[in-house]
Nanobody, 128 residues
């Protein structure tokens, strides 16, 4: 079975930065769309970003994180990253990565969370 493991979550002050990692075992990440989603207590899960090789390469961001978050991938390490800068208290949530077919990271489907494979999440808390 495909497995995803997130790491890098932490407690950080507003304005700080974190880099989340999503590592895969038993499959090659660059063949899939990798989505980043988050869920805060009492709120619905929301899409943060996705990255895939669909249509020549696609990276999409939620409006709330544009200019602050950057998704990237290291194929040699079979890992996808989410660099998060200028973090705000409203970014506090459990962050998940998920994998599915490349077309999931396209404007037609984004920000649907209908991804087949999910990690267990990593907690990001932004607080002073």
């Amino acid at each position: 079975q495909l497995q995803l493991v997130e790491s890098g979550g932490d407690l950080v002050q507003p304005g700080g930065s974190l880099t989340l990692s999503c590592a895969a075992s038993r499959f090659t990440l660059n063949y899939y769309a990798i989505g980043w989603f988050r869920q805060a207590p009492g709120k619905e899960r929301e899409g943060v970003s996705c990255i895939s090789d669909y249509d020549g390469g696609s990276t999409i961001y939620a409006d709330s994180v544009k200019g602050r978050f950057t998704a990237s991938r290291d194929n040699a390490k079979n890992t996808v990253y989410l660099q998060m800068n200028n973090l705000k208290p409203e970014d506090t949530a459990l962050y998940y990565c998920a994998a599915d077919a490349p077309f999931r990271c396209s404007h037609h489907y984004w920000p649907s969370d209908e991804y087949e494979y999910w990690g267990r999440g990593t907690q990001v808390t932004v607080s002073s």
